[in-house]
């Protein structure tokens, strides 16, 4: 659409194109200086044997790295640690819960309501290495969870210890479902009364209007919720490293952190790097998917 | 539905509720338990006396109030950088139609979903060769940048809410775009406009890995970061001290969250969102 006819200043149509589009100027700036320019860098630094110590110059490898990454096993311990991680506390724990609650929520109590939703967006709004150290607290040993596994009379472990993965899973799906909630929430309140109500009259059960009418209904919710929440995920950073810094040994070094062992505590930006181009790679690969989901409504 | 079916189906919800709640309660309970027991360790419990010890060990310049300036400096900057180039960036996207309006919103929602963490080890190199490695001005730009795409995104489907019409009006007065927008458009947006402006702070005063990497010198870290100096010395933290801080630290986040939460309730599908 254009100016109204009546817009008092006539300039030539170019003049006004170049004005129209300025104010997208210092935006675009930014972007293209410090978000395309370190995603080239990026590309290009992962061909490269760069290291931290201050070498002259550094020189083009071709796929050394990437051959080497699928030849390490550390490697391949992070992508598989990542995968857990991911399907853990993203697809299934924070989208199942988020679910839960949105459900409950409609048929709970205002108070009982306000409080749960209360305290679970407050794990969301948290600092990430806050979140980190009371989940820290929560798992170590002599933490509140063997504290409450002592009330039942079982024995106490260092979780963080034992199960490092599990305990780091459960601290993301404690800090992320209050998005899958609200996500959820909102979905569920844009369904008409009349339809729950009419299969309700019809007979059909909980779980079966659950499976064969809400889920049918929210799909597109749900497919925007799992993409986020991956995406969310495949990027946790602080969160495992305030809690066991990836360790011990590497059974909690999801991709993100073996990415930053290798940049700084081996020195090797360049093998880094190049973990971190298929991380950006995979990351970008369920952009795409996301934007599909939402393609008709751009 | 009898009423007394919808009353057991109320209670069991309720019940089940109260369950996750009680289980998520319990680390926030921690440190706020922690924060004013004289003796406080690694479990929830009732403190056995209470102490503003905590708070007055920690509220000292080294290890609270530089922190929290230097995080107020670095994610205001960037907050004012974001809100203020993505309302002019939202501005041409909401109001001409344009052949360039579509791949452009495209680019940016797919930028809004990429992981920031991957790119900081090449963002690392970069500032160490263009010399913005350990400078605030390059930590709140990049920032920026990184908080664009979707203050961007949010901006233009909040200004697509505010009617032309209104606008028309100002333009046959003579205003131009410019003063239209910020006499007409963005006090009507204002709900929006602190709603993209209290997300970009929280985002930023929460993030850890950003000026983890792009900062060295210990008297420049944020908050974020100086936080894990509680843990410097293994085996002697003073748990009571980290929440007292933790508490500290995360209070200005959550007042910000409770001043749009409302609006951020209301308009919180994605997809509504998308579709403005």
């Known amino acids: ?298 | 539905m009898p009423r007394s079916q919808r009353r057991s189906r109320r209670l069991a919800a309720d019940l089940g509720l109260l369950v996750v709640a009680a289980a998520f309660v319990l680390p926030l309970a921690w440190v706020l338990l922690s924060a004013v027991d004289p003796h406080a360790d690694l479990r929830v419990k009732i403190p056995d006396g209470f102490t503003f010890g905590n708070l007055d060990a920690v509220l000292t310049p080294d290890i609270t109030y530089t922190p929290l300036l230097n995080s107020l400096i670095l994610c205001g900057g960037a907050t004012v950088l974001t809100v203020g180039c993505a309302a002019l960036a939202a501005y041409p996207l909401s109001r001409y139609r344009s052949r360039l309006n579509r791949p452009f919103l495209l680019s940016i929602l797919f930028a809004t979903s990429l992981p920031i963490t991957a790119i900081m080890v090449p963002v690392y190199a970069l500032f160490v060769q263009i010399n913005l490695i350990d400078t605030v001005q390059g930590t709140i730009l990049f920032f920026t940048a990184s908080q664009l795409p979707f203050a961007i995104w949010l901006m233009k489907n909040f200004m697509d809410g505010v009617p032309k019409e209104l606008e028309e009006a100002a333009w046959t007065d003579g205003a131009n775009a410019a003063q239209s927008l910020v006499r007409i458009v963005l006090p009507l947006m204002g709900p929006g406009l602190a709603v993209v402006t209290v997300f970009a702070f929280v985002m930023m005063w929460g993030n850890f890995f950003v000026p983890f990497m792009l900062l060295l010198s210990p008297d420049q870290m944020p908050a974020s970061v100086s936080i894990n100096d509680f843990f410097g010395n293994r085996g002697s933290v003073a748990y009571g001290q980290l929440a007292a801080f933790s508490v500290i630290y995360s209070t200005p986040v959550i007042l910000l969250y409770l001043l749009v939460a409302r609006r951020m309730g209301s308009g919180f599908t994605l997809g509504g969102a998308v579709k403005g």
């Open chain 1, 1 to 298: 659409m254009s100016h109204p006819a009546s817009h008092p200043v006539s300039r030539s149509p170019l003049t006004r194109r170049v004005l129209r589009v300025l104010p997208l100027a210092p935006a675009l700036v930014l972007l293209l200086l410090f978000l395309g320019g370190p995603i080239v860098y990026c590309a290009y630094l992962a061909f490269t044997d760069l290291q931290l110590t201050g070498q002259a110059h550094s020189s083009f490898v071709g796929l050394a790295n990437f051959r080497r990454a699928f030849h390490d096993d550390a490697f391949l311990n992070a992508v598989w640690l990542t995968l857990v991680f991911t399907v853990l506390s993203a697809l299934v724990g924070q989208n199942t819960l988020g679910l839960a609650l949105a459900t409950l929520m409609r048929r709970a109590s205002k108070p009982v309501r306000t409080l749960t939703g209360g305290i679970v967006i407050t794990a969301w709004v948290l600092p990430e290495v806050v979140a980190g150290f009371l989940l820290y607290a929560f798992f170590r040993r002599e933490g509140t969870l063997d504290a409450l596994l002592g009330l039942l009379h079982l024995p106490s472990e260092n979780w963080l210890f034992t199960l490092p993965i599990l305990a780091v899973s459960f601290a993301n799906v404690w800090r992320g479902t209050a998005f899958s909630m609200l996500v959820y929430s909102a979905a569920l309140d844009e369904i008409p009364n009349e339809i729950e109500e009419s299969a309700e009259v019809d007979g059909a059960g909980g779980w079966r209007r659950m499976w064969h009418i809400t889920l049918p209904m929210i799909r597109r919710s749900i497919g925007t919720n799992l993409m986020l929440n991956t995406l969310q995920t495949l990027s946790v950073f602080g969160l495992i490293w305030v809690m066991t810094r990836g360790g011990p040994g590497d059974r909690s070094q999801t991709l993100p952190l073996f990415m930053y062992e290798q940049a700084f505590q081996n020195s090797m930006i360049g093998y880094g790097t190049a973990v971190a181009l298929l991380l950006l790679l995979v990351g970008s690969l369920f952009s795409v998917v996301y934007m599909r989901l939402l393609r008709t409504e751009v």
